[in-house]
């Protein structure tokens, strides 16, 4: 399955984004679909997971203000962004593993398919 990542941009402190990871094919199989961030300088880091069953992980830095959701209608994932700060800016990627585990999606996996990634720039 092909990824598009979308939503990014550029925002205030405190602000609010959406990002969206659209798949090319059905995401209803795949068993665990995730968000990774990497910042300039820095090595890429895992986000967000959400499984087929919708069990939801979220690393320590984000959780309480990122949530995950899966919409299999529409092959679609988001990531819904509140409370940024300036340490959230990365490029953020989507990424699916149709046969792997929440392990592997927040050990940060490379198996699988990634999109492109999208921009997110927060300002102070």
């Known amino acids: 399955v092909q990824l598009q990542a979308s939503g990014g941009g550029l925002v205030q402190a405190g602000g609010s984004l959406r990002l969206s990871c659209a798949a090319s094919?059905?995401?209803?199989?795949?068993?665990?679909m995730g968000w990774h961030r990497q910042a300039p300088g820095k090595q890429r880091e895992w986000v967000a997971a959400?499984?087929?069953?919708?069990?939801?992980k979220y690393a320590d830095s984000v959780k309480g203000r990122f949530t995950i959701s899966r919409d299999n209608a529409k092959d679609t994932v988001y990531l819904q962004m509140n409370g940024l700060k300036p340490e959230d800016t990365a490029v953020y990627y989507c990424?699916?593993?149709?046969?792997?585990?929440?392990?592997?999606?927040?050990?940060?996996?490379?198996?699988?398919?990634w999109g492109q990634g999208t921009q997110v720039t927060v300002s102070s």
């Open positions: 094919g059905s995401i209803a199989s795949i068993n665990v």
């Open positions: 959400i499984t087929s069953g919708g069990t939801t």
């Open positions: 990424s699916a593993k149709r046969f792997g585990t929440l392990a592997h999606m927040m050990a940060g996996a490379t198996f699988g398919s």
